[in-house]
């Protein structure tokens, strides 16, 4: 059976293969490589490339200036809007529109909220560009659907929203919330603007506010 060790020697190699890039051991990365190890049953060679692999899809999360992240939240604040205009209401209300509740969500990818063996059929879904290469943009906003009842019925405030997604963590429904994304994948793309269409599409990188 596999056993996670901290894979410091993976990241060593990882940076310095990134050096211009990435000259530093960022939050969340092993995270990454800890899912990653977990499936190579310990094999750093053949981990080092599906961490880059992941890192060219994800590295922008882990941008210094958070750029990345603030792309990511942004483009959910924008399919909240678009999905379901009364909780994206109450949620302005609160000062909650920038997302910062899905921040971990998206950061590492779902990893804390989910068991190993959940968060790597999780991943198969959001890194096989199902629909979409942000389809991990819609699993939030299913989390957040899945929540809204909470959120309303209870009036959470800012506080409140952030302490209540951070709580989620080994009570979703993984099945049930991959049905939903989908779901909401369809409603979007007949109500959403053509500029976020092209982002989810990836056509492009940049996202306005």
């Not at 060219?56 to 210094?64: A, T």
């Not at 483009?75 to 009364?86: K, M, Q, S």
């Not at 819609?138 to 951070?166: C, H, K, M, N």
């Not at 429904?173 to 049905?179: G, H, Q, R, T």
């Amino acid at each position: 059976m596999f056993r996670f060790v901290f894979p410091f020697s993976l990241f060593v190699q990882f940076i310095s293969f990134h050096f211009t890039e990435c000259n530093c051991l960022k939050q969340g990365m092993n995270d990454f490589a800890a899912i990653v190890l977990s499936i190579t049953d310990g094999d750093e060679a053949i981990s080092f490339w599906l961490l880059k692999v992941l890192m060219d899809r994800r590295g922008d999360n882990f941008r210094k200036d958070q750029s990345g992240m603030h792309t990511q939240l942004r483009a959910l604040n924008r399919i909240i809007r678009t999905i379901d205009p009364e909780l994206f209401d109450h949620l302005e209300k609160v000062n909650a529109t920038e997302c910062f509740f899905a921040f971990r969500w998206m950061l590492v990818q779902f990893k804390r909220e989910f068991s190993f063996d959940t968060t790597k059929r999780l991943w198969e879904a959001t890194f096989s560009n199902f629909l979409t290469p942000h389809f991990d943009l819609f699993v939030a906003a299913a989390i957040i659907l899945w929540s809204r009842d909470i959120i309303l019925t209870q009036q959470l405030q800012f506080d409140g929203i952030l302490g209540y997604a951070q709580g989620l963590s080994g009570r979703l429904p993984l099945d049930n919330l991959l049905v939903e994304a989908e779901r909401v994948f369809f409603i979007f793309n007949q109500l959403a603007p053509r500029d976020l269409k092209e982002f989810i599409a990836g056509g492009t990188d940049s996202l306005a506010p």
